[in-house]
């Protein structure tokens, strides 16, 4: 490039890499006196900014920070809107039109593209005042070293970026990131580890190896078939005489067919089951709840009684807190009262039931209550009550984290009848509703890699005509969700779910969907095609392609329970 016109001042303001080898004494000169504006502008004071040796600050620029530390070698470009408490280490760049606000802190070596916003700050959404007057807070953003933000992302409060991580531009980051992250998308998710060649970190097989060519061709042709088939297989399970769902033909109505159907609908026909009308299908899920308790009994049941913190141990109406709730978000509708028993439990009737549940040998009981208790908050939050009793939400994370055995990263012990299969779907089911739904990392990540890998080399629960599809997304959507924190076995996890994709896919049943799989002891759907399997199915199918880089081929993305992002936040929400 030429050296530019001694007038072309606007030149570095836009690319200021170029300053410090091109500038003229002229433009350094007037650089200098930038810099002494802002070591002594007004509202600023001497002691609140300093500038690195090498640093450029573009006249353009917005910068009114309450304390500005730029590290050596670095700058922030034209049209730059910069406040707050900013720290950097040296060799960041804050590129044309890019935001900085609140209390941020940048590594080494940090790249920001144009047009991005790192917002250390939030407003409340309380009903009681107008936007303009909600209270603010602040967290912060901490940024690592070695770090690339591409154009047009996004950072939110409270996010922390770790070490070498590369942001896809347009990517919404609403969660931290591990070191080596690759990441993109809204919300922002791990596409791969970056120390990874491209390729590997995307389609991983059977064998560590790429994945062979034809799963990608076999996954985008069982998802055509799916959709073209849903609606035959939703018409198979509805009753027109009663207006009722059966899981399958021959079986009883059921609330939770009534909501597999609607994920269903909405997964494959982006739309509500075409049976009734969206409205419709919401009104009769409405109709169903226990104004009360809040509570949704099974058809033609009695009221349920709701059990010393709220709900029940065990039955229908404890899944109905859920699978209720998640298909009137789909339906675009929502639960029609609070879940008034658990809105009134105390953080002492918490804690004691947390310790009375039957972890040591019934822990996918214990992790179920939980997790629909932890749901039940959720949608109370969502309809703007209190989700329970001050400090209760807070008892209960803090309950979890210090009752989560650190050699297992779980709660409850493994049994001689079943090995790890209690512990395992009982992490699944805790963690869904907990720390999944509220968006909040799960402690002893790796070590819970460790315990579901062993638990999936079972042979009593995994070889052939065992596998399950509570069993299958037991261990899945834990190895899925602590993908998101570390990298830990990656190699034999991916291994494992490239398997299993391929199993999974020679379960379908043309017209009629997904068999749940054979139960120990032959009850529930078993082997027959129904819409419980169907719903369990699609969902684990997904988990399965996207921890194996395959998840955009099948052109659908679960909504409703098993949502691979955090629920939509509500004010006051953990």
Same mark, same amino acid.
């Given at each position: 490039?030429?050296?530019?016109?001694?007038?072309?001042?606007?030149?570095?303001?836009?690319?200021?890499?170029?300053?410090?080898?091109?500038?003229?004494?002229?433009?350094?000169?007037?650089?200098?006196?930038?810099?002494?504006?802002?070591?002594?502008?007004?509202?600023?004071?001497?002691?609140?900014?300093?500038?690195?040796?090498?640093?450029?600050?573009? #006249?353009?620029? =917005?910068?009114?920070?309450?304390?500005?530390?730029?590290?050596?070698?670095?700058?922030?470009?034209?049209?730059?809107?910069?406040?707050?408490?900013?720290?950097?280490?040296?060799?960041?760049?804050?590129?044309?039109?890019?935001?900085?606000?609140?209390?941020?802190?940048?590594?080494?070596?940090?790249?920001?593209?144009?047009?991005?916003?790192?917002?250390?700050?939030?407003?409340?959404?309380?009903?009681?005042?107008?936007?303009?007057?909600?209270?603010?807070?602040?967290?912060?953003?901490?940024?690592?070293?070695?770090?690339?933000?591409?154009?047009?992302? !996004?950072?939110?409060?409270? !996010?922390?970026?770790?070490?070498?991580?590369?942001?896809?531009?347009?990517?919404?980051?609403?969660?931290?990131?591990? &070191?080596?992250?690759?990441?993109?998308?809204?919300?922002?998710?791990?596409?791969?580890?970056?120390?990874?060649?491209?390729? =590997?970190?995307?389609?991983?097989?059977?064998?560590?190896?790429?994945?062979?060519?034809?799963?990608?061709?076999?996954?985008?042709?069982?998802?055509?078939?799916?959709?073209?088939?849903?609606?035959?297989?939703?018409?198979?399970?509805?009753?027109?005489?009663?207006?009722?769902?059966?899981?399958?033909?021959?079986?009883?109505?059921? !609330?939770?067919?009534?909501?597999?159907?609607?994920?269903?609908?909405?997964?494959?026909?982006?739309? @509500?089951?075409?049976?009734?009308?969206?409205?419709?299908?919401?009104?009769?899920?409405? $109709? %169903?709840?226990?104004?009360?308790?809040?509570?949704?009994?099974?058809? $033609?049941?009695?009221?349920?009684?709701? +059990?010393?913190?709220?709900?029940?141990?065990?039955?229908?109406?404890?899944? *109905?807190?859920?699978?209720?709730?998640?298909?009137?978000?789909?339906?675009?509708?929502?639960?029609? *009262?609070?879940?008034?028993?658990?809105?009134?439990?105390?953080?002492?009737?918490?804690?004691?039931?947390? @310790?009375?549940?039957?972890?040591?040998?019934?822990?996918?009981?214990?992790?179920?209550?939980?997790?629909?208790? &932890?749901?039940?908050? *959720?949608?109370?939050?969502?309809?703007?009550? #209190?989700? $329970?009793?001050?400090? @209760?939400?807070? @008892?209960?994370? +803090?309950?979890?984290?210090?009752?989560?055995?650190?050699?297992?990263?779980?709660?409850?012990?493994?049994?001689?009848?079943?090995?790890?299969?209690?512990?395992?779907?009982?992490?699944?089911?805790?963690?869904?509703?907990?720390?999944?739904?509220?968006?909040?990392?799960?402690?002893?990540?790796?070590?819970?890699?460790?315990?579901?890998?062993?638990?999936?080399?079972?042979?009593?629960?995994?070889?052939?005509?065992?596998?399950?599809?509570?069993?299958?997304?037991?261990?899945?959507?834990?190895?899925? %969700?602590?993908?998101?924190?570390?990298? *830990?076995?990656?190699?034999?996890?991916?291994?494992?779910?490239? =398997?299993?994709?391929?199993?999974?896919?020679?379960?379908?049943?043309?017209?009629?969907?997904?068999?749940?799989?054979?139960?120990?002891? +032959?009850?529930?759907?078993?082997?027959?095609?129904?819409?419980?399997?169907?719903?369990?199915?699609?969902?684990?199918?997904?988990?399965?392609?996207?921890?194996?880089?395959? &998840?955009?081929?099948? =052109?659908?993305?679960?909504?409703?329970?098993?949502?691979? #992002?955090?629920?939509?936040? &509500?004010?006051?929400?953990?």
């Amino acid at each position: 490039m030429n050296q530019p016109d001694s007038d072309d001042d606007g030149l570095f303001d836009h690319c200021p890499w170029l300053y410090a080898e091109q500038a003229s004494g002229r433009q350094r000169a007037a650089q200098e006196q930038r810099q002494k504006r802002l070591l002594g502008g007004a509202g600023a004071g001497a002691a609140s900014v300093r500038l690195g040796e090498g640093c450029f600050v573009a #006249e353009t620029a =917005a910068v009114y920070p309450e304390q500005l530390s730029l590290g050596d070698r670095s700058y922030i470009a034209a049209h730059a809107y910069v406040t707050g408490d900013i720290r950097t280490g040296a060799d960041c760049t804050i590129n044309p039109f890019t935001v900085v606000r609140g209390t941020v802190t940048l590594g080494n070596g940090v790249r920001i593209g144009a047009h991005s916003s790192l917002l250390a700050f939030n407003h409340g959404t309380s009903p009681d005042l107008p936007v303009h007057q909600q209270p603010v807070t602040s967290a912060g953003i901490t940024v690592g070293d070695d770090v690339w933000i591409g154009s047009h992302v !996004v950072v939110v409060d409270g !996010v922390t970026i770790g070490d070498h991580c590369v942001i896809g531009a347009g990517a919404v980051v609403t969660k931290d990131l591990p &070191a080596w992250t690759v990441a993109a998308g809204n919300p922002a998710r791990r596409i791969r580890d970056r120390r990874e060649p491209r390729e =590997a970190g995307r389609r991983k097989g059977v064998s560590g190896g790429a994945v062979s060519g034809g799963v990608a061709p076999e996954l985008s042709e069982f998802a055509n078939a799916a959709r073209a088939q849903a609606a035959d297989l939703l018409d198979r399970c509805w009753l027109p005489d009663t207006g009722r769902y059966v899981d399958r033909p021959g079986a009883e109505p059921t !609330v939770r067919a009534h909501c597999d159907a609607v994920e269903i609908a909405a997964l494959l026909l982006g739309q @509500a089951p075409p049976q009734l009308p969206a409205a419709e299908h919401a009104a009769r899920l409405r $109709a %169903l709840q226990d104004p009360v308790t809040g509570l949704v009994p099974e058809f $033609a049941a009695a009221p349920p009684v709701p +059990g010393p913190a709220g709900l029940p141990e065990d039955g229908a109406s404890a899944y *109905h807190v859920l699978c209720v709730g998640y298909a009137l978000d789909l339906l675009g509708s929502s639960l029609a *009262h609070p879940v008034h028993t658990v809105r009134a439990t105390t953080p002492e009737q918490l804690v004691g039931h947390l @310790a009375e549940l039957p972890w040591p040998d019934r822990a996918w009981h214990a992790g179920a209550w939980v997790d629909s208790w &932890a749901t039940a908050a *959720h949608w109370n939050l969502r309809l703007g009550t #209190e989700a $329970a009793a001050p400090g @209760a939400l807070e @008892a209960l994370f +803090g309950w979890l984290h210090t009752h989560a055995d650190p050699r297992t990263g779980m709660w409850g012990s493994p049994t001689s009848e079943s090995g790890r299969l209690q512990m395992v779907n009982g992490y699944y089911r805790l963690t869904r509703g907990s720390f999944a739904q509220f968006g909040l990392p799960v402690p002893y990540a790796e070590r819970v890699i460790d315990t579901v890998l062993d638990h999936a080399r079972d042979p009593r629960h995994f070889s052939p005509g065992r596998e399950n599809a509570c069993n299958v997304l037991d261990v899945i959507h834990p190895l899925w %969700l602590c993908a998101r924190q570390t990298t *830990h076995r990656g190699e034999e996890a991916r291994s494992w779910a490239s =398997a299993q994709l391929t199993a999974a896919l020679r379960r379908w049943h043309p017209g009629r969907g997904f068999p749940f799989g054979p139960t120990p002891d +032959g009850t529930g759907p078993g082997r027959e095609p129904g819409l419980q399997g169907t719903e369990m199915w699609l969902a684990i199918v997904w988990l399965l392609a996207d921890l194996v880089g395959l &998840a955009d081929v099948l =052109a659908y993305r679960p909504r409703g329970i098993h949502r691979p #992002e955090p629920a939509p936040p &509500a004010e006051g929400m953990a």
